[in-house]
């Protein structure tokens, strides 16, 4: 016999002559982990927000004196270039500390804690409905390597840039707000608004990604036991929309996602579609079965 064979006679009784087993615990969308992505981000946008407010002050300064002073001809070029080098000197202090915060790090380790996290759940939900044990290490090592360096290197890349960008947009508001003559407080309300704007952007980001890596992770693990289907279960919060309401409960296969947008024709996985947190439940099939573990003695 091998361990196929081994596996599926173990748990045969678990099946009560039936060709399908549901999950017996539930698995849970990883909310913890979603928020300290969006901490991550909002710390990370912080930084531009930090720089701003210590740099601005000189070119506050720089638009009273102008405005101070008998009209000169020059008077507005010397403050559109005093904007222009505080502007370049933000940058390059940006750049600086968005080095030291190392957002690589931070996101390598947060995948990481999603992984052990998904294992646990994966675990239990093995131990309670089919009794069997997963092997210890089994996931560790190579199993996830590839996805998780992919995901980190794609989630680095779409936050990376944000702070950059809201500086740059920042340098825009200042320089067309004095050009046009607009007011200070008016110019730096203006920035206030950038910068929230952008800072939802990359919560937005967080969130998704959070239910990208969750939803890989979960298709991974299932289809390496052998596991073809998959219970659609939404996350019962107040957020979620009537496509997936109407696929919660319902059994779809791992190679054949549903509809989840019936104008477009779109299909998807639990978690897939764009800031979902739904989550696919295990469907265990006795002849396809292929679980990584030892029988429980
Ligand atoms: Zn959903």
């Given at each position: 016999m091998d ?19 549901n ?52 008077g ?10 505080v ?13 030291e915060f190392n ?14 996290l ?5 675990k ?11 092997f210890?290490?089994?996931?560790s ?35 067309e ?14 920035i206030?608004r950038?910068?929230?704007?952008n ?21 991974r ?17 107040g957020?979620v ?22 104008k ?19 469907v ?14």
């Amino acid at each position: 016999m091998d361990q196929r064979e081994i596996i599926q006679k173990a748990v045969k009784g678990k099946f009560k002559g039936h060709q399908t087993l549901n999950a017996k615990v539930p698995l849970r969308y990883p909310a913890a982990l979603e928020r300290q992505y969006k901490g991550i981000t909002d710390a990370y946008m912080r930084i531009v927000n930090q720089v701003a407010s210590e740099h601005l002050p000189k070119i506050k300064e720089a638009a009273a004196a102008e405005k101070a002073s008998a009209p000169r001809a020059d008077g507005i070029n010397d403050l559109m270039a005093t904007i222009q080098s505080v502007f370049s000197v933000m940058g390059e202090d940006l750049e600086k500390r968005l080095d030291e915060f190392n957002i690589y790090a931070k996101l390598k380790e947060l995948s990481e804690l999603t992984t052990k996290l998904s294992i646990r759940q994966w675990k239990r939900v093995v131990s309670e409905t089919l009794g069997l044990d997963i092997f210890d290490d089994y996931y560790s090592g190579q199993f996830y390597q590839e996805m998780l360096d992919y995901w980190v290197s794609q989630n680095v890349g779409l936050i990376k840039t944000i702070p950059q960008s809201t500086l740059g947009e920042m340098r825009e508001i200042v320089y067309e707000g004095y050009r046009n003559g607009r007011t200070t407080t008016a110019i730096l309300k203006e920035i206030q608004r950038t910068y929230s704007v952008n800072k939802k952007h990359a919560r937005l980001i967080a969130r998704d990604q959070m239910a990208k890596l969750n939803a890989d992770l979960t298709k991974r693990q299932q289809t390496d036991a052998g596991v073809e289907e998959y219970k659609w279960s939404d996350s019962r919060d107040g957020r979620v929309r009537p496509r997936h309401k109407h696929l919660n409960g319902k059994t779809f296969r791992w190679d054949d996602p549903p509809v989840v947008d019936t104008k477009t024709g779109r299909r998807a996985h639990p978690g897939e579609d764009y800031q979902c947190r739904c989550v696919a439940l295990p469907v265990f099939n006795i002849s396809t079965l292929n679980i990584p573990a030892n029988p429980k003695k």
